[in-house]
Every structure is written in C-alpha cells, then in structure tokens.
T-cell receptor, first 114, second 113 residues
C-alpha cells in the first residue's frame, strides 16, 4: 500500500532560525514528489517538484532534497519568516497515475514565532 | 490567467440538508479533483473528474457525489448532511491529472449545525 509519512507533526521555531521537515514514502513505482505549502484557510500551493534523478532543488529560502534509494525527502527552510507559518504537505505520485492516486502526507504544521 | 475559483467561500447548513459546491478550474485544465480537509487531518481524496467522467473515487459514502461539465467546471454534492461533514472542501485542477502540479482553489468552508 502506498504511504507517505511526514515528521514532525508540528514544529515551533523562532523567526530567523532554520528548520527541516521530513517525508518518507513507500510509493512505487515512483514518479515525482512535490512539497506544497498551505496557509490557514487557503488551498495548498506547490513549492517544489522532485523527480527520480534530482537530489536537490531550491526555491528561494526553501530547499528540497530527495534520496530515492531510502525513499526520503526533506524540505529545509532557511532564515525563517513569520510568513512561513503554514502546513507543509508532501505528495508523492506513482508512474501512470491519475491525480486521485497521488498519495498525500498528513502535513507538518510549522509555527514561526517572533 | 485566473486561478481555480471555488464558490461559495463559506456555507452553513443543518443536519439532513444537502449542499452543492462549485469549482471552476484554470482555463484549459481538464482534470478536477476534490478533497476534504478537517482540522488536524490531511487532505482526504474524494474523487477526480476528467473530461466529464469520474476517473477515480476515494473512500467516501455515496452521499458524496460530483459531476463535471463540458467546460470542465465541476460541482460536488453532499446529501443528508451530518455533523462530521463539517470541513474545508478543496478542489484542484491540472491539465491532464496524473502526477502533475495541482492548482488548488481557496476552498469552501462548510459548517454543519
């Protein structure tokens, strides 16, 4: 059964600090992994996509990594800002899948405090 | 290019009533998927429509149904509402579905009293 597990479930950090969110998956055959950011009361917005051949990808202060061998991904946030407070969702898609068959993690809720 | 539009933004209903939510995808997108999100829970997949056909369905009771029109706009209907149906309902669109990037609407916050 395809599964995506995210850790930690929630995280509180001080503004300006760095943090790393984890995503472990058992989706097979792997196609891609996306990180989404969801602000409270809003829909998720895609941050990055990782494919099998990619190890690292950056989007501003967000850096995603992928280890396809261990089936792990991380999202590193540098110099956090109050606006980074949100839920971060890891979504893994298998090859030849439809939108509904992508597997969603339960998300990590990040709170950045001043 | 306009984003995904969901209406209404907020909705209050009582138990036993039915409700219809609307989703207008990004122009040119043919796949529309629906999700339920309750506080502290991840997104739960309801169903996906592609070219007016339901392509995938999640593990929700038959009270939850949907449809897609020829212009790709989609509606979701929940009949005989229960208190546990209170949630944020999100729709997402993409060109063809699959592992593409999903573009989400802001959701409809449904409260069942």
């Amino acid at each position: 059964k395809n599964q995506v597990e995210q850790s930690p479930q929630s995280l509180i950090i001080l503004e300006g600090k760095n943090c790393t969110l984890q995503c472990n998956y058992t989706v097979s055959p792997f196609s891609n992994l996306r990180w989404y950011k969801q602000d409270t009361g809003r829909g998720p917005v895609s941050l990055t996509i990782m494919t099998f051949s990619e190890n690292t990808k950056s989007n501003g202060r967000y850096t995603a990594t992928l280890d396809a061998d261990t089936k792990q991904s991380s999202l590193h946030i540098t110099a956090s800002q109050l606006s980074d407070s949100a839920s971060y969702i890891c979504v893994v898609s298998a090859e030849n899948t439809n939108a509904g068959k992508s597997t969603f993690g339960d998300g990590t809720t990040l709170t950045v405090k001043p | 290019k306009a984003g995904v539009t969901q209406t209404p933004r907020y909705l209050i209903k009582t138990r036993g009533q039915q409700v219809t939510l609307s989703c207008s995808p990004i122009s040119g997108h043919r796949s529309v998927s629906w999700y339920q999100q309750t506080p502290g829970q991840g997104l739960q997949f309801l169903f996906e429509y592609f070219s007016e056909t339901q392509r995938n369905k999640g593990n929700f009771p038959g009270r939850f149904s949907g449809r897609q029109f020829s212009n790709s706009r989609s509606e979701m209907n929940v009949s005989t509402l229960e208190l546990g149906d209170s949630a944020l309902y999100l729709c997402a669109s993409s060109l063809l579905g699959g592992g593409e990037k999903l573009f989400f609407g802001s959701g409809t916050q449904l409260s069942v009293l």
